[in-house]
C-alpha cells in the first residue's frame, strides 16, 4: 500500500467514536420540554420525575425496584455497602474491566481478587471464578463487557450452591440479555452507569441500582440519603448517591428510544462483521444465547497500536477499552499482581480497539473505516 493511497480526501470528515450531537439532534425536540418541565418545578432531588424513571428503567431490566444514584461508580460502592462489604472480605472481580468495578472494593476496605476472563467475549466465567473462591468470598461482581452478559447461569448455579451474591456491573450492558434474562435481573442486584458515553446516557454522570430483592432495595434507599430515615436520624452510615431530577427526565425519554438504538448497533455490528469476514481482523465474538447491545464493538489486531495512529491520522475515532489491566496497576501493587498472572486480559490489553458502532453512523461511513483498517491490516 502506497502511502498517497491513505491520505485522506478533503471530502471526507472526521468519523467519531461516538456522535450524540447527532443523537441529541434527534431528539432536541422531546428532550428540551422535558428538562424545562424541571427548570419550571424547580425540584431537583428526588420528585416525580426521578421516581419515575425509577420505576421505568427498573422495569426495563425486568427488575422490581430501581434505585437512582449519582453515577455507576456509586451505584457499585452503595451496592457493596448494602451488602455490608468491608474490611477482611474478598471481592471477585475480573481484571479487564473500567477500574471503578474494583476501586470501589478498596475503598470499602476489602480486597479485590481479581480474575482473568474468557478470550473470546472478555467476560468472566463461572470456571475462573470458582478457582478465585476462598473461605473470605463476600461477593462476585461479574461484570458484562462490551453490552454482552457473562454466563450468568452458569456463575448463579456456582455462586448460590455456596451462598455468595453476585451483583453484575451491568454498567455496559443495560437491556442486554443471557438465555433470555435481563442484565441486573440475574444476580442478587445490578448496577448501571449513564455515563453520557453508554447506550443509555445522561447529560452529566448518572447511575442506577435494580433488583428484585425488595428489601434490599429499601436498604439502598436509605444508604443514599446518608443512611437516614427517618431524616436526621441515621441508622447506617451512607452517602449522597442521588439521581437528580434533570437526568431522570432526560433519561425517561431517551429509555423510549433505547431499543430502537441498541438495533441499530446490532445491524452496524452484523455489517462490520461482513466487512471483516476473511480478513485478519478479529471481530466480537457473541456467546450462544447471548443478545448483545454493542456497547463498543472491539477488534483485536497484533499490530493495534500501529493502526491506532493510522485511524488517527485519518480521523477515525477509536479508543483501547482497557489498556492496562486492573492487577497490573500502580494502585494495586500491594496486592502482588504481576505481569503474567492474567495472560488473557493481558493478551487482550494489547489486542482490543474499539471502532464506531454508535447508531447514527452511516454505511458509508462505516465503509470507509472497515476498508481503512483491512487495507491498513493486509
Ligand atoms: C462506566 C463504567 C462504570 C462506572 O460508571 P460511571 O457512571 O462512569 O461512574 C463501572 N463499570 C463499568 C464496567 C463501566 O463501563
Not at 422535558?34 to 427488575?63: H, K, L, N, W
Not at 455507576?72 to 460502592?77: E, F, K, S, V, Y
Not at 455456596?162 to 442484565?183: L, W, Y
Not at 425488595?214 to 449522597?240: M, Q, T, V
Request: proline fraction near 6%; aromatic fraction near 6%.
Amino acid at each position: 500500500m502506497t502511502a498517497t493511497m491513505t491520505k485522506p480526501s478533503p471530502t471526507q470528515t472526521a468519523i467519531p467514536l461516538l456522535d450524540l450531537v447527532a443523537q441529541f439532534n434527534a431528539i432536541r425536540d422531546e428532550v428540551m420540554p422535558a428538562m424545562e418541565r424541571v427548570c419550571e418545578s424547580q425540584r431537583f432531588i428526588g420528585g416525580p420525575e426521578v421516581t419515575a424513571c425509577e420505576e421505568e428503567i427498573a422495569r426495563y431490566c425486568d427488575c422490581k425496584v430501581g434505585i437512582g444514584m449519582t453515577s455507576g461508580t456509586d451505584a457499585l460502592l452503595c451496592g457493596m455497602m448494602g451488602l455490608g462489604i468491608g474490611p477482611g472480605d474478598e471481592v471477585i472481580v475480573p481484571t479487564f474491566t473500567f477500574f471503578a468495578t474494583a476501586g470501589c472494593v478498596a475503598r470499602l476496605g476489602a480486597k479485590p481478587v481479581f480474575v482473568d476472563v474468557d478470550p473470546d467475549t472478555f467476560n468472566v466465567t463461572a470456571a475462573i471464578v470458582e478457582k478465585a473462591i476462598t473461605p473470605k468470598t463476600k461477593l462476585i461482581i461479574p461484570v458484562h463487557l462490551f453490552g454482552q452478559l457473562a454466563e450468568m447461569d452458569a456463575i448463579m448455579a456456582m455462586a448460590n450452591a455456596r451462598g455468595i451474591p453476585v451483583m453484575e456491573d451491568s454498567a455496559q450492558s443495560i437491556g442486554a440479555s443471557h438465555n433470555g434474562k435481563k442484565a441486573c435481573s440475574i444476580g442478587r442486584l445490578g448496577t448501571l452507569s449513564f455515563f453520557p458515553s453508554k447506550n443509555l446516557g445522561a447529560f452529566g454522570d448518572a447511575g442506577m441500582i435494580v433488583t428484585n430483592d425488595a428489601e434490599l432495595g429499601e436498604r439502598l434507599r436509605i444508604l443514599r440519603e446518608h443512611g437516614s430515615k427517618p431524616k436526621y436520624y441515621h441508622k447506617w452510615i451512607g452517602g449522597n448517591f442521588r439521581l437528580d431530577a434533570l437526568q431522570a427526565a432526560v433519561l425517561r425519554i431517551k429509555l423510549r428510544h433505547l431499543d430502537g438504538w441498541s438495533k441499530k448497533r446490532q445491524e452496524n455490528a452484523r455489517r462490520y462483521d461482513a466487512m471483516f469476514a476473511g480478513t485478519k481482523i478479529v471481530t466480537p465474538k457473541i456467546a450462544k444465547g447471548n443478545v448483545s447491545i454493542y456497547n463498543q464493538y472491539c477488534i483485536r489486531v497484533p499490530n493495534r497500536d500501529k493502526l491506532r495512529e493510522h485511524l488517527n491520522a485519518q480521523g477515525i475515532g477509536n479508543e483501547v477499552y482497557y489498556p492496562v489491566p486492573l492487577h497490573m496497576q500502580e494502585c494495586f501493587k500491594h496486592l502482588g499482581g504481576k505481569a503474567g498472572d492474567q495472560p488473557a486480559s493481558e493478551k487482550a490489553a494489547g489486542e482490543v480497539l474499539a471502532i464506531p458502532i454508535y447508531p447514527e453512523l452511516t454505511e458509508a461511513q462505516q465503509q470507509r473505516v472497515a476498508e481503512t483498517i483491512i487495507n491498513f491490516c493486509r
